[in-house]
């Protein structure tokens, strides 16, 4: 699980990368047809919220093998910024046991 600060930063370099595109105030993201109402939710691209994405990334370790290659193709240091925030993260939040 990624710390939501990096995953907004993910989200943002993805944007100004071109690798996700804005549409409005939200984000292209193609969705696989849903599993259990697929006539009402088929396969295609949707417009889902920033918030929505950033928790995905956050939280969904699939989210990151999808993203990461194209970040560190396009020159983003993934593990430098990773480490970065959680450096970042543990100094304001340090581990109290």
């Known amino acids: ?10 989200l943002e370099t993805c944007l100004t990368l071109g690798i996700l595109h ?18 009402h939710y088929p396969a295609g691209w949707y417009v889902d919220d920033k918030e929505d994405i ?11 093998r999808e993203i990461k290659p194209y970040l560190v193709k396009a020159g983003y240091p993934f593990e430098e910024r990773e480490a970065f925030w959680k450096n970042t993260y543990q100094n304001i939040f340090p581990d109290k046991s």
């Open 1 to 10: 699980m990624l710390n939501k600060l990096f995953a907004r930063e993910i």
């Open 22 to 39: 804005a549409v409005h105030d939200g984000v292209a993201i193609y969705h696989a047809a849903s599993e259990t109402d697929p006539e």
């Open 54 to 64: 950033v928790s995905v990334i956050a939280t969904d370790p699939e989210a990151i």
